[in-house]
Nanobody, 117 residues
Framework: QVQLVESGGGLVQPGGSLRLSCAAS????????MSWYRQVPGKERELVVG?????????NYADSVKGRFTFSRDNAKNTVYLEMNSLKPEDTAVYYC?????????WGQGTQVTVSS
């Protein structure tokens, strides 16, 4: 059974930082392209950062987070991270981890990030 479990969300003031984690199990992690998405109520889920393949692929950031967010992965721990700095109120959303390999795709349950003073 494949599981993606996000953690690290919470309430942070504008300008602050958070580090999200997504731990994967039940899959051959290195074979999956991993991405982070986010969604706010009433809007479509949007890509925050995606990596084109399991390891060594190109990393593509949404323009709104370039220079502030950093994606990383640790294949030994089956975990990906999203380091978020200089957070803004418009970054408030539920953040989801996504794993894709050929025709297989999996989502985590999401973790809430709220940026507010």
């Amino acid at each position: 059974q494949v599981q993606l479990v996000e953690s690290g969300g919470g309430l942070v003031q504008p300008g602050g930082s958070l580090r999200l984690s997504c731990a994967a199990s039940g899959l051959t992690f290195s074979r999956y392209a991993m991405s982070w998405y986010r969604q706010v109520p009433g809007k479509e889920r949007e890509l925050v950062v995606g990596v084109t393949k399991g390891g060594g692929g190109s990393t593509n950031y949404a323009d709104s987070v370039k220079g502030r967010f950093t994606f990383s992965r640790d294949n030994a721990k089956n975990t990906v991270y999203l380091e978020m700095n200089s957070l803004k109120p418009e970054d408030t959303a539920v953040y989801y981890c996504n794993a894709v390999s050929y025709n297989l795709a999996y989502w985590g349950q999401g973790t809430q990030v709220t940026v507010s003073s």
